[in-house]
């Protein structure tokens, strides 16, 4: 090798290092970042949820000394909510006062109430949100003073705050669709699934029957596996692009 060579191969060395180098300093940067933006929106319940789920694909809580949870599903419990899923649906669809969610949406517009203009309302807020947090990202990766990021923020948090209203909005107006309660059926069907208090040192079902968690009375434990399972199946549904489990 020519020693002009071996100055070119040095060179490539230097930058291939300089590369590697810059990209983990970078990926470090970005990995505190995101620690940071979690921690600024911590004192939001369903977000810590949503992390407590992804991380431990369960939400364990107490009541009154007992130890509850809910978890994850098995394959076998996907497919028979998919089967209830399709049993429901058969069900209303055969209901003549059960709209399906496309007549629901005409009908709307007919009173001058656009569903779908809600939805691109709820897309670009959601588009905002994601540039801002793209851009306190960086602002932290660059140390920027406090009063900055806490504009950041607060901006955020009031753009979630309206992503939040105008869904639950669109939730009210579609809330009756022959989709929506299937949707609905499906999601009570799989919390009574995977509710299970701990008995010594095994995890058990809280209620033996499907029958017997509906009947239940309202009650801590019933709020706890119903808010607590809506953030665990809503994650599952989220990542398998919808109801097809």
Not at 94 to 114: A, P, Q, S, T
Not at 127 to 138: M, P, V
Not at 148 to 162: C, P, T, V
Request: glycine residues 2%; hydrophobic residues 35%; aromatic residues 8%.
């Amino acid at each position: 090798m020519t020693k002009e060579t071996e100055t070119k191969v040095d060179k490539v060395i230097e930058t291939a290092k300089d590369t590697v180098e810059t990209k983990e300093i970078e990926m470090a940067a970005n990995k505190i970042a995101a620690t940071k933006i979690k921690e600024m929106f911590s004192d939001n319940e369903a977000i810590t949820l949503a992390e407590a789920a992804a991380q431990n694909n369960e939400i364990v809580f107490e009541v009154e000394g007992t130890t509850y949870r809910v978890r994850k599903t098995t394959y076998q419990e996907k497919q028979d909510a998919n089967h209830w899923r399709m049993k429901k649906y058969i069900e209303f669809l055969k209901d003549k006062d059960c709209l399906l969610e496309k007549d629901l949406r005409l009908l709307y517009k007919e009173r001058g109430i656009d569903v779908t203009k809600l939805e691109k309302e709820i897309e670009e807020l959601s588009s905002q949100q994601q540039i801002l947090l793209f851009d306190l990202g960086k602002a932290i990766k660059e140390n920027k003073q406090k009063n900055e990021l806490n504009k950041y923020k607060e901006e955020i948090s009031n753009i979630l705050s309206s992503i939040q209203g105008l869904s639950l909005e669109k939730q009210q107006l579609l809330e009756f669709s022959l989709e929506n309660r299937v949707i609905m059926e499906v999601y009570s069907f799989m919390i009574w699934k995977i509710s299970e208090k701990k008995v010594g040192d095994k995890w058990e079902s809280i209620w033996s029957t499907y029958e017997d968690f509906l009947n239940t009375t309202p009650n801590e434990v019933l709020r706890q596996v119903t808010k607590n399972g809506a953030v665990l199946i809503t994650e599952e549904m989220t990542l398998q692009n919808g109801l097809a489990i």
